[in-house]
């Protein structure tokens, strides 16, 4: 089906400048955001259209808009001028909905030379900053605070100005997207980014997110991207959701932010079960029986996924997490154990460099050998299978990331919430990408309310990854 | 009736230490916020709890709370430093949630101790700052907006963990406003306070807010917080209250924000009519009979409230007027004139000051004298009416506040937003206040949504109150 | 205030024909349904425009709408033969629409001869029935159920269609009201309210019911009705409604129906205590100290109202209460008791007819004689107080109804209910109603879940009043 | 996946009885209302556990439930009989679940074996009929009225009494589904089968009904039933589902009802378009370029469908149409043209056996032959096509079904409406279907609403087709 243009939003709502729109050639459906909250060419649903007449006045009067017929990007830093002076305020809105249209339809290209003039022509004022730290002596209090205005670059406001347009909030997130693509090849590009970083922090707080629950009386809109997002164990189209979703021991949480509300941020998988599960399996079988909730025993979280390209760096899962633990534990009165099943995503890459630069003992590095050789080894081979626990255990609990904490990037996020590093399972995750990362291990990690305030002092103060005796003792064998 | 004392939330919850909670022996209910989200002694409407059992172990355990029997500021104090330093991030929203609890338990007294100590130690880390600084060379913009986060004061990051606990955003808006309290006595807290405001700011962005019209469908939970908050023409309870938003020709309208569902921001009330209305009486009559409001021509607002001491210095509404205009055009396609029927606060205060000064001309002087002796006098006086509104025409047109803009704050705001001064009415508040203000004079400001980017232009760039012809001509009367 | 005739719905939707609609010299607020729905002159909220466009072209080629001229009910009448016919099928809604606009523009007077013809000339078909008669033979199960059919009056046809129109089943309501006013000096409208009464009960069946909590958050518009309509201990205004429904240990239930969303169809007051009460005063007390809900053992329903004059004979309070236990219980672990603190309506009428009689012992003779002369009397006299417990307790236990069952209104509701006369309280009411009805004294019947069932086969097949033993003491002592 | 067994909602609420309940051997998913309410064992939404201690605490006393260890049939019979008995009303909700309960657990035989005991036991009172029959004379009102009554079949009451129990409604609808299944090889529950219709009549009024959109931001629950129950072009999978909800210039909406608020009633599919359609195809293309619905001119419904089987002969297809027209003429000012796209479904077969039958003019029973063999055959030949429509217009003009009207079932809902047969579309629906029922003929059915009360008095008062001229030109060539 060619899907028709999505209309801007402020420009479906008659906003729109005397400049002709030019939908961009390569447009994509990259930004979730964005097309996820305009499916099909809908308008936006409430109220965007109000500034529409109020808007079209002021541009045929024409008067701070001039330069309009100049390139499109000499345009958007106008507006943004004019946005950040202050003139123009009594129709702030208008324009701040006008440069969101604009933006909306560079092309990537243009879209990183925007970011470029941003950069360059809303940092900080510095003679302004040098005056404020020039007034700073002693420890004046007021004074300091003045340097800290003084040092805010001019882009944080004119973001916070962006925002006061209708569905400002979720432009802003898809514009950072954009942003974060570039920024591999505009490493100049970073202080702006953190601008970003900076305000979505402040605006995303965890006070200001809602948890909801997702299931199958959920609007598709966002089922849909539930599927398109779930990045641990893909969802095979709308049976395999139903099955996560409406299954009597099934759970899927996701916070959301009112700005947003139909685009999850983050969204974590449950599975109710009668044991620590020591396989991704079972959990994702279609044709299993599902089992009464009300006799579960165990929640184990196994999968957790982000959603905004956007919000990288604005953490959630944490909070999430221990959410959903204390809901479940209201809910379902015989849980008595919340544990993961997760991905090892670095054991492999890790065990093959440091096999090939000889860090290993031998059996270990035979044993990489192997199963380099037929990712599939350790299935029947009981051997195998302990030498590949010893090895997975060696790189959990003793390898250490350069900025410090687990290299394992998983095992980083749930060691740093005050999980424990309950169990490794050999041959867990038989799917390609568990073959590859892996060979097929995974971990549970526990969340022990009574220990996780503990865990993560010791992990935190010491370094020390706090884990199971009989995980530990893997590697004293070693 | 003895009200029983309002459970903070968060201790409701279970998340109590061990030291026992004390009211608060002079605690009040100056904080709107506060006693309005939990009114009559009923617990937080969800959510609050999931805290308990966590943070009840944690508590039990005792490790990161050292210092608990101490003062209770000292044991705040510690726990903000817990709380901002990251030590206890695994269980940082139980403790977010005991010092809010903890300081809602203080007296006024306590509380100003507390804000002195965290203002004292949450300020501006100087070293960082000039170590940031010293940095700084040439115009490297990473290096600038080091600076700038270097000079961040800590209580920013303080706030914004607690605001993370469940209905953290309303109890800072409500210690904001005994800030705000103690302020006068304590001017060195003055830059605590702008660390308020500027989150604020951020948080409470137009692009978060929602307008929702109120009515009589509205619960009485926000309803009576309209009655306590109209701050223009106070409302005779609910009968009256009746009239305002149920009345066919009426209208209510606030602006709310996610995270205060209950919380009206700032309302502005409409009423809906044939003329531009020249007295106030008539509007708020009791026995009027309404219009039907598809005949009516000319919407009037005829009062605006802010509802939260706690966001002084947060601006909504100039946003909120501009979006009701548009609301209000959408629904009624007869409406041409929109426009208010506004106070003249400052009016007699002036002109007593200027006559006593000598600095207005005979006949204005002899008239303020005439009026002084009876606030009526000019009721049945045309002359005297007549020199009345030159005087207010004079003092509305030509007086400037030190700052800049028109000296009376009404006009200042109405100015600002671009609206035009249009039209004054002498003899249309007969109320004590309005005698007691201005002699009974009220102004119409035209919102001309054709004119008024132009307005604010003009009044921004120039100074120069934009004003009718009929108006200005009182002056050159004069 | 002179409130603007309420325009009727349809009316104000523009389905009106071309005959002027008079407002009803003496119109009233007697309807709760309409005037309540209504107010001020609102047009309804949703939807009853839909039909404007389409009736005003039937009604402008006039087709089927001859004799518009004539008398209103004649007009009613032709109006309402052609949507029973089916003649202007394809138009039924803006018939039924135009029906009930014009049928709220007549006066009582107008409404009583409308109801008449309609009773004469919506009866049941006998010609159709005695074919059908004729046709029964044997037992055959399809002959007899076209006796049913045949039998059935063509008021409720028409009806069922009138109920079609938007808001239709709410003006119906209004409607039968109207007609239950007419009944005393109408009997021979008795048949056409039972057609009323027969299809209320099929739409109000329980199943459709949805009970909903009262509170601090629930709409002015609905809480105004719980004022109007409290019929047991009048409400004072606002305040007396916030300590009944926002204090921490007060719930406030109410059944609704779909079609009448701001209805609360009946509605009963909880108050949530520490032990069996024996007064009404301090439950309604404005300075008394809510209790913690959470250390309550016992909820006492101390008032039970209906609200919709229109739904007589259509009974929920059973289903209410028992619905209201089951909540509670889920609520509150620690409540044990579920009992009413009753009055005893019809005590004081009884005992003085029956002294008169001389059907009393001497001395409750004389205590009647005593009490008659100060309704006070036996507030401080131990003795008095005793005889009046007697009298109190023979009145409850041993008096029967004319058709059977307890003679007391309120005994023969909760007995009926399966609960049990549990404790006589004396100078429990001291209100000038309690005091006039009964003395003073007021009941407590126990919901004992355990034995309602038990209880209520006793009372209805032996028609024995189900009360605890220290009641049933009192008058072996008598 | 192993579906496990829907456990009954009132059982699975603890109301459940000693009797274990067994799933029934050959339950299948047949019945829409069961199994879409209750997906994958989860338990019904709200409240419906209030009984079981209730019911709980009875059972055990056993009291009124004797015989429980007999048949279920025999068990289920007595429970009704003590259901309509009054005997046990004090715990009717808590019998009523359970007889829903139990039956719902029956095998398709044992249903059909209860329906048989039902039909017979409770079946009119024919003692009662004729004693109230006996007391009719001369035409009293109220006598006439109490043969009615005691005419009612005692199914109804039941009926009404298993109404009250928690998600009573859908079940008793799926309870009919089951009753038609069984109808055709048991004429004799047909007047038990005219209980359920005459109570769903009432109970599913057009006043009770809602009017929805549906669309992507409607539930998955929801959306699943329009894939399942669209019944004239089969949607293929959630793609074709959301090109049908979500492109901009296509609607879907239903009718719900507020005691099944997941179930849609009926609903009808829209296109706006720039034109009558005249096929099918570029409807429900893939590939197709949606049009700005502001430049509509058109508004096509080219397909409705049922969703209850247990509501079969309940009509809501005419007021979703004329609802669904009111909306979108409010919505789109451009639309001017109302029109169906419809299939004729009964037009080959009549063709045939009129051509078989000789009742064909020759050139028609010729080209009815031609198609026989080849049922694309008009596709390129335009005097077969010629032909084929004046076969057509001749089958859906003048061919009357024995009960009057059209012959053809779709031609009768739509002139039964009001509508005008405005044109046909030879090649217009090149499915299997399209062309196995009609060879690919389909129709547009004009809703005029100037006209439909006109056009519905025509058809209905002298049984003429309205049809527009250039259809009665084409029967007129022949």
Known sequence: MTTRKTEPPCEAAGAGLPTPLVAPPDADARSPVQDARFPFGASMRAGSDFLGDLFGRIADAGKFLTGLNET?????????????????????????????????????AQKAAFFGVLSARFGVDLEALRAAYDKLQGGDAAAARAVHVAAEPKSQELLRRL?????????????????????????????????????????????????????????????????????????QGWDDLRRRVAASDRRLYGFFHPALPDEPLVFVEVALTDQVPAAIGPILAEDRTPLDPAGASTAVFYSISNCQAGLRGVSFGSFLIKQVVEDLRREF?????????????????????AAAGGQLPDTLAAAVAVLEADQTAADGDAALAQ?????????????????????????????GNGARLERLNIGADKSARGRGNAWGVMVNYLYDLDAIER????????????????????????
Not at 388 to 411: I, M, N, P, Q, S
Request: aromatic content about 8%.
């Open 163 to 235: 925002n006061r347009a209708p569905g400002g909030t979720a432009r802003l997130v898809a514009m950072r997207a954009d942003l974060l693509e570039a920024l591999p090849e505009r490493p100049d590009l970073k202080p702006l980014d953190e601008d970003f970083r900076h305000l979505f922090t402040s605006w995303f707080n965890r006070g200001f997110l809602h948890l909801r629950r997702i299931d199958w009386g959920t609007s598709a809109l966002i089922l849909e991207k539930i599927i398109r997002f779930e990045a641990v164990h893909a969802i």
């Open 72 to 108: 499109r990007e000499a345009d958007l830093t106008g507006l943004c001028d004019t946005l950040v002076s202050g003139r123009g305020e009594a129709t702030g809105l208008a324009i701040a909905c006008t440069i969101l249209d604009r933006y909306a339809a560079l092309t990537p």
């Open 387 to 415: 030498t590949l626990a010893e090895l997975a255990a060696r790189y959990l609990v003793t390898e250490k990331a350069a900025r410090g904490g687990a290299r394992d990037a998983v095992a980083r996020f749930h060691l």
């Open 455 to 478: 865990n993560h002092e010791t992990y935190a103060g010491t370094g020390e990854v706090v884990c199971a005796r009989s995980v530990r003792r893997l590697i004293k064998a070693g």
């Open 333 to 353: 009165a015989g849980l008595r154990t919340f544990v993961t099943l997760s991905p090892v995503p670095g054991l492999r890459a890790w065990a093959g460099a």
